[in-house]
T-cell receptor, first 114, second 113 residues
Framework: GESVGLHLPTLSVQEGDNSIINCAYS??????FIWYKQESGKGPQFIID?????DKRQGQRVTVLLNKTVKHLSLQIAATQPGDSAVYFC?????????????FGKGTKLSVKP | ETGVTQSPTHLIKTRGQQVTLRCSSQ?????VSWYQQALGQGPQFIFQ???????GRGNFPPRFSGLQFPNYSSELNVNALELDDSALYLC????????????FGNGTRLTVT
């Protein structure tokens, strides 16, 4: 299948542990942020999003934190499972309008050890 | 609910040729965006279509063009293929242009030799 994890930062965690994936964004004008998960051979899958008027948002087993002061975004995955193994991308929108033009980060490969 | 589907899944072309990639958007979605993903990189925005018109374009040359049809499906056309065009081409649809996240298909892997 498609390999998207070449030469990417890698995070290796034990099954059941919590994972934290970090992302720095570049444009202080960005007002919408999304985390995507991409498994080998598949397209990016939406996980969770957050707008700049919030600093935290929770989903099922996932939490996104936004620190606008330092332009930092993180994704926390609780009780990490083998199925969480994938490449994770943060994406930002720089225009506050059309959601089509997302700027993606380089990605982090998460490996979960059973 | 049918997700975003793309065809073909894999394609091999020769430098200088032309290629057309196809995308069917998720049911109810009226906006389609195309991205190029090189190996080991994040996707890069090519352009977006809304109501059959281009609605934003990334830093790609004019030989990358597209269409959106009344049923919201879309095509990506690339002329005069170059070796660097080898990549995974992703289509994403959304409920509207704003305030709704993109939902991606599994892409077309294009190899230019």
């Amino acid at each position: 299948g498609e390999s998207v994890g070449l030469h990417l930062p890698t995070l290796s965690v034990q099954e059941g542990d919590n994972s934290i994936i970090n992302c720095a964004y570049s444009n202080s004008a960005s007002d919408y942020f999304i985390w995507y998960k991409q498994e080998s051979g598949k397209g990016p899958q939406f996980i969770i999003d957050i707008r700049s008027n919030m600093d935290k948002r929770q989903g099922q087993r996932v939490t996104v934190l936004l620190n606008k002061t330092v332009k930092h975004l993180s994704l926390q995955i609780a009780a990490t499972q083998p199925g969480d193994s994938a490449v994770y991308f943060c994406a930002e929108n720089r225009y506050g309008g059309s959601q089509g033009n997302l700027i993606f980060g380089k990605g982090t490969k998460l490996s979960v050890k059973p | 609910e049918t997700g975003v589907t793309q065809s073909p899944t894999h394609l091999i072309k020769t430098r200088g040729q032309q290629v057309t990639l196809r995308c069917s958007s998720q049911s109810g979605h009226n906006t389609v965006s195309w991205y190029q993903q090189a190996l080991g990189q994040g996707p890069q925005f090519i352009f977006q279509y809304y109501r059959e018109e281009e609605n934003g374009r990334g830093n790609f040359p004019p030989r990358f063009s597209g269409l959106q049809f009344p049923n919201y499906s879309s095509e990506l056309n690339v002329n005069a293929l170059e070796l660097d065009d080898s990549a995974l081409y992703l289509c994403a649809s959304s409920l509207d242009r704003i305030n709704s996240p993109l939902h991606f298909g599994n892409g077309t892997r294009l190899t230019v030799t």
